[in-house]
């Protein structure tokens, strides 16, 4: 697998375009690069509500933006509204779109309550609207259906939305979708004592739902009952079996069209696991026969369907990415030694510079998102060298 050089001087960052849109935990959507267009997603120049903006990557122009509030380009008054989140979808014709939670103002305030879902196309116009209510936090689509969810503790369901016209297809009652993984929908049903809580959070039994039709194929739910998904490719689902957030526990690969087990990965955090969505899952596990912040790479490829461990061990414990089968690992600072990132290939041989003081935020074949390790503060945007 040959090298990767990305360009330590940025083309442009996120303070530089007018928004001046951030990354913020309370907003924790990451940037994504399609083509040479990025969407980003975050706090806004006023630190407190969120903004989206569609900008030019070469360049660092925005090509359309919507602050909170500001009416939507559909004529009939709705508004863009934050709930923490957006969704891309793809659509026919290989184009894009984004979708975004709506609202109307209210008088006398000028508040905007959520109110239901938009389609918005890669020019800013509405496609469609739609009534469902609740965040964008936890969602899935697919070439035909996105799968949002709507409601409450008490009636939450998933919801299946035709991606051409914005009409609702089917309810799963019960559930929160996370990715689609093969004709499976692959769900989570809260516990009670997380289900009202932040969905970072969230645990529970995992589900398998078929997508066309919203019928059960699988629930977890007797053998792991705080389980959460982590990340697909293909087939696989990647899964926490006793999740808790920033703690090493056992993970493991499921078959999305049966919920059949694979594969056991060991133990690991879930920041340090991750999926390409299409051909490779993967964790840094801790090895404990080496010296302290030495990880092995254990990964399972989708044509394959058994763990490899990689040839070499590496020095980063967070896997922030995977694309191409390259995995972008940051490391955590150890006294002189710096914070950075690191592109290896599943056996570790580095294939990039190490760059300072930065994590990876998104990745394509032409360009790098990097944002600070805490989290917060401005996305930059770099080239990929050839």
Same mark, same amino acid.
């Given at each position: 697998m040959e090298p990767i050089k990305v360009d330590p001087s940025p083309l442009w960052d996120s303070d530089s375009i007018p928004l001046k849109i951030g990354y913020h935990q309370r907003f924790a959507t990451r940037p994504e690069i399609r083509g040479d267009t990025v969407i980003l997603f975050g706090t806004g120049d006023d630190?407190? @509500? &969120?903004?989206?903006a569609v900008v030019d990557a070469p360049i660092g122009k925005p090509l359309w933006s919507y602050r909170e509030g500001e009416r939507l380009r559909s004529g009939k008054g709705e508004a863009f509204v934050s709930t923490g989140a957006i969704k891309t979808v793809d659509l026919p014709g290989g184009r894009w779109g984004v979708l975004v939670v709506f609202g109307f103002p209210t008088k006398p305030y000028?508040?905007?309550? /959520?109110?239901?879902?938009?389609?918005?196309?890669? !020019?800013?116009?509405?496609?469609? =609207?739609s009534p469902i209510d609740g965040s964008l936090t936890a969602m899935a689509a697919n070439d035909k259906t996105v799968f949002t969810w709507r409601g409450s503790n008490a009636d939450r369901a998933t $919801? +299946?939305? !035709?991606?051409?016209?914005?009409?609702?297809?089917?309810?799963?009652?019960?559930?929160? %979708?996370?990715?689609? /993984?093969?004709? =499976? $929908?692959? &769900?989570?049903? %809260?516990t009670p004592e =997380?289900?009202?809580?932040?969905?970072?959070?969230? +645990?529970?039994?995992?589900?398998?739902? !078929? &997508?066309?039709?919203? =019928?059960? #194929?699988w629930d977890l739910g007797a053998r792991y009952p705080k389980a959460? %998904?982590? /990340? @697909? /490719?293909?087939h696989l689902v990647l899964v926490h079996t006793d999740y808790a957030k920033y703690e090493a526990r056992r993970v493991i690969v499921l078959d999305a069209r049966t919920g059949t087990e694979i594969a056991d990965l060991g133990e690991a955090p879930s920041d340090a696991c991750g999926g390409d969505g299409r051909t490779i899952v993967a964790c840094a596990v801790r090895d404990r026969s080496a010296p302290a912040y030495q990880y092995d790479l254990r990964s399972v490829r989708a044509d394959e369907g058994r763990v490899h461990i990689s040839a070499r061990t590496v020095t980063a414990g967070r896997i922030d990415g995977i694309w191409a089968g390259r995995i972008f690992l940051t490391d955590f600072p150890m006294g002189k030694h710096p914070h950075g990132t690191t592109i290896v290939d599943r056996e570790g041989n580095q294939l990039s510079q190490k760059l300072l003081m930065l994590g990876t935020a998104a990745v394509s074949d032409?360009?790098?998102a990097v944002q600070q390790p805490s989290g917060v503060g %401005?996305?930059?945007?770099? #080239?990929? $060298? #050839?």
């Open positions: 630190l407190r @509500t &969120s903004a989206l000028g508040l905007v309550e /959520a109110r239901g879902q938009a389609l918005l196309a890669q !020019d800013g116009q509405v496609l469609w =609207t $919801v +299946a939305i !035709d991606i051409a016209t914005g009409k609702r297809i089917w309810d799963n009652i019960g559930s929160i %979708p996370y990715a689609v /993984a093969s004709g =499976t $929908v692959v &769900s989570l049903r %809260p =997380t289900a009202g809580g932040n969905l970072d959070d969230q +645990a529970g039994a995992i589900t398998g739902v !078929d &997508s066309a039709t919203g =019928t059960q #194929r959460r %998904p982590i /990340a @697909t /490719a293909g032409t360009y790098v %401005p996305i930059a945007i770099h #080239r990929i $060298v #050839r």
